[in-house]
């Protein structure tokens, strides 16, 4: 099997692999200094509370736009699984496209869900991945990258508010029960919420009346919140939670 990585700026998913079918995943906080040691002894904590024993691992694949978290943690793949970790990056030698005007600056995790869309939809799409930041990526059905939009995520978005206004603590970002709040917290909730499901809606609509190519893009929601929001949006069509790390996946056994 194989163990998978998709490091992101607040939080690092980590999949483990059966081909391209994800059979388990753990979340972590992402951090950068943490040393390989560190990061091996977490590793082997995660396999052995799932009971799952480190020879059955046959490599590792790792997509980061932490640069100061990709080495010591393939430093230790290497040491768990016994072989190079795969780095997934802009150079990496996949069949697809960055038809951008930078292509060296795409990250990683963008890229790999380039790979996975094109492959598992066959067809134009928008994949909307709700992580720290909120992205859309345009993706043809041939595997190119056109490029897209990087907005605030949800959460930054909300921390900034509870940053800069002296009145209004945090609270859970769940829908409101109403989009008129009569608490502040329902306030805060009607327009964190839903103004970001408003927002991936009329930006999921702008690109698609810009969309280069006949017909109109499929919409593949990922990331943390993609399940939240699901429901409070009209623009996406499906879930796909494991997109990114299947990408990996796929990425590695055309790597190797």
Same mark, same amino acid.
């Given at each position: ?7 992101? *700026?607040? &939080? ?12 388990? +995943?753990?979340?972590?906080? #992402? ?12 590793? +082997?904590?995660?396999? &052995?509370?799932?009971?799952? &024993? ?58 790999? *869900?380039?790979?996975?869309?094109? +492959? ?23 595997? #190119? ?70 017909? *109109? ?22 879930? &796909?939670?494991?997109? #990114?790390? +299947? ?10």
């Amino acid at each position: 099997m194989l163990l998978v990585f998709d490091v992101g *700026n607040t &939080e690092t998913t980590i999949g483990l692999c059966d081909g391209d079918a994800v059979v388990a +995943r753990w979340r972590v906080t #992402t951090d950068g200094s943490r040393t390989p040691d560190e990061a091996f002894l977490l590793l +082997r904590s995660l396999l &052995e509370a799932s009971g799952i &024993e480190r020879t059955a691992l046959t490599g590792s694949a790792i997509g980061s736009v932490v640069p100061s978290v990709t080495v010591p943690l393939a430093e230790a793949c290497e040491r768990l699984v016994g072989a190079p970790a795969v780095i997934v990056e802009a150079r990496s030698r996949l069949p697809i496209t960055l038809d951008v005007d930078e292509p060296l600056t795409v990250g990683a995790d963008r890229i790999i *869900n380039t790979l996975a869309a094109s +492959r598992l939809y066959a067809r134009d799409c928008i994949v909307v991945d709700l992580g720290t930041a909120t992205t859309f990526d345009c993706i043809t059905s041939d595997g #190119t990258f056109l490029g897209g939009v990087i907005a605030p995520g949800v959460q930054m978005s909300a921390d900034s508010l509870f940053r800069k206004t002296a009145k209004l603590t945090a609270t859970e970002l769940v829908p409101p029960r109403s989009v008129i709040g009569r608490r502040t917290e329902e306030c805060i909730r009607a327009g964190v919420v839903l103004g970001a499901a408003d927002s991936i809606d009329g930006l999921v609509r702008r690109i698609k009346a810009a969309w280069p190519r006949p017909g *109109n893009p499929f919409v593949i929601a990922t990331g943390g919140l993609a399940m939240a929001f699901k429901p409070l949006c009209q623009e996406l069509d499906v879930v &796909e939670a494991d997109l #990114t790390l +299947r990408g990996l996946a796929m990425a590695y056994a055309l790597l190797t």
